[in-house]
């Protein structure tokens, strides 16, 4: 059942340049990878939505030294490390084959005309051509990436002789020009819109099924996704072991309000903040679900300045999860998401606690969503998640 509070809508949205651009594809740099040695790395993923061009962004935000690329290509995928023969395009910078990017920065390619269709996943190649010190990744990306290839092999049809890593490398975005108006939904998430106990290279996330469910409708095929979660990731404060990442209230706008075309946002996260009085034994890590209510409430008025619809997900039951559950995390997850429900701020709420909840026990998630830490769900649980999104929202 669709489990919807809908609540007062903005007018048309603004946010956005609408030159045609929208996210296909997107994850969160989160923290600072390994050293690379000079290599060629190949990356597979599956986009949202269809266009006629392509561009890539690319990340040095970990990066204590200026992050050289000495060529990317992107391609379809055949499988693993392969590319279908007569796909694959070289990409530009500003017109050149190289690119050098600042630590803290990001790079925008150039427009490519390949034409993408949704759900269809690429590869995207990328050489260094010469050591990392300090590489920028998304560390649970839940893929395959094939690396540790000498030389440039960004032009190979295979790459059989790669190692294989599960984390993202530097590549941030892939977006494509489609029809107008652009449109673009940004998720900005935990550990659950990262697909944590969903399998490897499944793509069985639950933005994955929302993104398979707007193809199935005819109206909503031009709709983008940008998945923003970040497994450990928090809504006030930054991370700190256990906890990952950039807090949620300081990407906000890297990760939801800049993504082109974007016109909704849906913000699911909190529980972490709660979950860190438990973990960590610093005071000023610890808040209270009034500090969560009021983290959330600034996110929605920074959309609403923005003219960004933004929707807000119930946080889910995690009773029987060890170190993060207790009596008070339970009654202040209740607290935060009664507010969700019943505050007025959001433009929707999205109620993933009510279905995927054990009827027998509310504090628990349900035995058949479990993926057996007793917090994330199961890929049957994320389909459930992906179909608690009204499709009607992204119709107004």
Not at 39 to 46: A, P
Not at 51 to 77: D, E, K, Q, Y
Not at 97 to 111: K, N, R
Not at 328 to 336: G, M, S
């Amino acid at each position: 059942m669709t489990a919807l509070l809908f609540l007062s809508f903005l007018g048309a949205a603004t946010a956005a340049p609408n030159d045609g651009w929208r996210t296909a594809w997107a994850t969160a740099p989160d923290s600072a990878g390994p050293a690379l040695d000079a290599q060629t790395l190949r990356q597979v993923v599956r986009t949202t939505t269809s266009g006629a061009r392509v561009r890539i962004r690319l990340s040095n935000l970990f990066g204590t030294r200026p992050l050289v690329i000495g060529a990317a290509h992107v391609g379809l995928s055949a499988g693993c490390a392969r590319v279908t023969p007569g796909s694959d395009r070289a990409l530009t910078f500003g017109g050149k084959a190289t690119v050098t990017i600042a630590p803290g920065a990001s790079a925008l390619s150039d427009p490519a005309d390949m034409a993408v269709r949704a759900l269809q996943p690429l590869a995207v190649s990328l050489y260094l051509p010469q050591k990392v010190d300090v590489s920028t990744i998304h560390g649970f990306a839940l893929q395959t990436v094939y690396m540790k290839v000498p030389g440039d092999a960004t032009a190979a049809a295979d790459l059989p002789s790669a190692a294989t890593d599960d984390s993202r490398y530097f590549l941030s975005d892939v977006e494509v020009e489609g029809p107008r108006p652009a449109r673009t939904l940004a998720i900005v998430g935990d550990s659950i819109a990262d697909g944590v106990g969903s399998g490897t290279d499944h793509d069985a996330r639950w933005p994955d099924a929302l993104a398979a469910r707007l193809q199935a409708d005819p109206a909503l095929t031009g709709i983008g996704i940008a998945n923003g979660g970040i497994a450990g990731n928090r809504v006030l404060r930054d991370g700190a072991d256990p906890y990952i990442g950039p807090s949620a209230t300081s990407r906000f706008a890297r990760d939801g309000l800049d993504k082109p075309g974007v016109r909704w946002i849906l913000v699911h996260a909190g529980l972490n903040d709660l979950t860190a009085t438990n973990l960590l034994a610093a005071p000023t890590e610890h808040v209270t679900a009034e500090q969560v209510e009021a983290g959330l409430r600034a996110l929605a008025a920074r959309a609403h300045a923005r003219g960004v619809r933004i929707w807000a997900g119930t946080l889910m039951p995690l009773a029987g999860a060890k170190r993060f559950h207790s009596a008070d995390i339970e009654r202040e997850r209740q607290a935060v998401n009664a507010w969700i429900r019943t505050s007025g701020v959001f433009d929707a709420v999205v109620d993933f606690d009510a279905a995927l909840r054990d009827p027998a026990d509310p504090t628990r998630l349900n035995p058949a969503y479990d993926s057996g830490d007793h917090l994330h769900p199961n890929e049957e649980g994320y389909r459930v998640m992906a179909r608690q999104v009204d499709l009607r929202l992204l119709r107004s």
